[in-house]
């Protein structure tokens, strides 16, 4: 085991001469919402997950607000909600139980916990009902000696040590501290460090956040570790050229999609009543077409349908919809019906319709197969005994 | 000197017959259908023709497998038994309720035939002396399983009074009669069919074209769909 341990320590010895480089065994083990985050399956809440995206309406529902709202009290022109509807960030008191008292003193010393919302310190923090994400994370436990730790957001200088001052752009999540949990520990993390305080129809961003750990002895011994957070909060163009024809008991739609240039799919809206992007909970609707046309079966004949099609990127933000198009399932004769409305004597089915002629080749037919059977045998027996 | 050149003759003439093959055993075809049109409309009188008003007059895509087992082999040509199966389908419009225009809904004919019978061939030439075309003929029983769709790939059905008076599908008998030639491909490249055969068990390759006039209508009976028709077929043969 001693030896196993000098060896992995002399591994993180040897990485840490690139000083960004990956922390030797880190693991993200979960994410979770707190106090009414929902997390999508795109924000990448398991271990295996390998990106970790928010869109549009995820941000809106992270945050809690409706499009158009902001929680940040500054913003222009838009809507703002009163702190009685949705908690806005507030100052937290901090408990940090794991810290020693040299981190504390170095945290103190750096004045980097400078986030507005206060939310810098270990897991002793009081929380109050801010919505937050939790990440649980953990380092291989085989490191030799004293090591340090300490976690930031933001846009920072991936090779910096545990205690770097802040800056407008990178704050503390965690100060320098103790790393004493090996094998787990949990960042609690408000919504709004990561996403901001409103959701800007059109925007892309990413956010970082840093994880870096540092020896004890050597300063220079020190490994980093990203988690990225795509944010697209720009959806894709609206499809042009909407058609639909109208079958029996179903609607073909086809549209034209020249805009989009990045990967998209296409969502296919009908209803028997006309609908719009905020009336879309009733509206039936089919997902993840690729192809620019669909078939909506299972429609009643002489009924008026409403369609329109949404487009989708990567990241499941949705287009708006372009004017919807109309239209009425009809009565269609089909090749079968044809070929009985002009008098056609076959009535399907595998029953016998021989008739007397068709009886009398039967039997032959019968003959036949025996001939062929008893030729088939007798030269198989004659293929056999030249084999002997 | 004559005997020289009497080799080098053979060999030129005859490569085939100087590395003995492997048994033949088995015949297997692979066929693909042109200008089949299923006579669907003979059933009806004249200027009426519901087959050709939904789905046109172009020819059906069929494609057919088949594998036959060789009872003779000799002087005479190959006498062989076996059978295939195959799949056929014409996609067209159907027509809104007015009778006259054609609706956007597609509506198909399937065809799944399943035929067995005999076949012959003269290829003694071909083995003895590499002379490379066999013609050949065929004489099948047919059983032909098919089925309309409708414009959302349902099985289609007739109603009257909205109760159903048929069903778009059924089998249909029949018998098919063939007769095309093949062009034997091993004299063209001996040494890749020698490969071929080392290889695979593969005897013989051909290329194949051959005249098919198929009766399928229950052998004459007056209240089954006509599906036959004569036709082209173009192919691939091999000789295990």
């Known amino acids: 085991m001693t030896v196993r341990r000098i060896l992995i320590g002399t591994l993180v010895v040897l990485w840490s001469s690139a000083a960004w480089a990956d922390i030797y065994g880190f693991a993200v083990n979960k994410i979770e919402g707190l106090n009414g985050v929902e997390l999508d399956d795109r924000f990448g809440v398991t271990a295996s997950a390998t990106e970790h995206l928010v869109n549009y309406k995820d941000c809106l529902s992270y945050l809690n607000i409706d499009a158009g709202q902001s929680l940040n009290p500054d913003a222009e022109g838009a809507e703002v909600v009163e702190p009685a509807t949705v908690e806005t960030p507030e100052v937290v008191e901090v408990v940090d139980t794991a810290a020693t008292d040299t981190a504390t003193d170095t945290a103190t010393d750096t004045g980097s916990d400078t986030g507005s919302d206060g939310s810098g310190g270990g897991g002793g923090e009081t929380t109050t009902g801010i919505r937050k994400i939790s990440i649980d994370w953990s380092v291989n436990d085989s490191l030799l000696g004293k090591w340090w730790y300490s976690i930031r957001i933001g846009s920072c200088t991936e090779s910096s040590e545990v205690d770097e001052a802040a800056t407008d752009t990178c704050t503390y999540l965690r100060q320098k501290t103790e790393l004493v949990r090996y094998s787990t520990d949990t960042i609690e993390i408000p919504v709004t460090r990561l996403l901001g305080y409103e959701c800007t129809k059109g925007s892309t961003d990413e956010v970082r956040i840093y994880f870096t750990i540092q020896s004890d002895v050597d300063y220079n011994q020190r490994a980093n570790q990203t988690l990225s957070f795509e944010l697209d909060y720009d959806p894709p163009k609206e499809v042009t050229n909407l058609v639909l024809e109208e079958g029996e008991k179903n609607l073909s739609v086809t549209w034209d999609d020249e805009a989009n240039t990045e990967t998209v799919t296409y969502k296919v809206y009908w209803y028997d009543a006309e609908f719009d992007e905020g009336t879309l909970a009733d509206v039936s609707s089919k997902a993840d077409l690729t192809a620019k046309s669909y078939q909506i079966t299972g429609l009643e004949i002489g009924k008026k349908y409403w369609v329109g099609v949404a487009t989708l990127d990567d990241f499941d933000n949705e287009s708006s919809l372009p004017d919807l198009v109309q239209g009425t399932p009809v009565l269609v004769t089909d090749g079968f019906e044809s070929y009985k409305q002009a008098g056609g004597a076959e009535k399907g089915g595998f029953g016998c319709s021989m008739g007397e002629r068709g009886a009398a080749s039967a039997a032959v037919l019968f003959l036949a197969v025996v001939a062929l059977v008893a030729a088939l045998g007798g030269a198989r027996r004659s293929s056999a005994r030249r084999g002997e | ?240």
Request: net charge negative; aromatic share 16%.
């Open chain 2, 1 to 240: 000197m004559s005997r020289i050149a009497l080799a080098l003759l053979v060999g030129v003439v005859c490569p085939a017959v100087l590395v003995a093959e492997s048994p033949r055993n088995v015949n297997l075809e692979f066929k693909l259908a042109a200008w089949y049109v299923p006579e669907v409309d003979s059933e009806f009188a004249a200027g009426v023709h519901p087959y050709k008003d939904v789905y046109g007059d172009s020819s059906l895509l069929l494609f057919q497998s088949r594998a036959d087992y060789l009872i003779y082999s000799g002087v005479f040509g190959t006498v062989a038994a076996g059978g295939g199966f195959g799949y056929g389908q014409k996609t067209g419009h159907g027509f809104l309720s007015d009778g006259e225009t054609k609706a956007s809904d597609s509506t198909t004919l399937h065809l799944l035939p399943l035929e067995f019978g005999v076949l012959y061939a003269y290829d003694w030439l071909a083995q003895r002396w590499s002379i490379p075309v066999v013609p050949y003929g065929r004489f099948d029983f047919a059983h032909a399983f098919w089925w309309f769709t409708d414009g959302v790939g349902d099985t289609a059905s007739y109603t009257v009074n909205d109760e159903k008076a048929a069903d778009g599908l059924g089998g249909t008998w029949g018998f098919r009669l063939t007769g095309g030639a093949r062009l034997l491909l091993d004299v063209f490249a001996p040494a890749m069919a020698r490969t071929f055969d080392v290889d695979f068990g593969v005897n013989n390759s051909y290329l194949l074209v051959e005249y098919v006039w198929c009766k399928l209508d229950d052998f004459g009976s007056s209240s089954s769909i006509h599906l036959g028709g004569s036709y082209i077929n173009f192919g691939l043969a091999f000789e295990f």
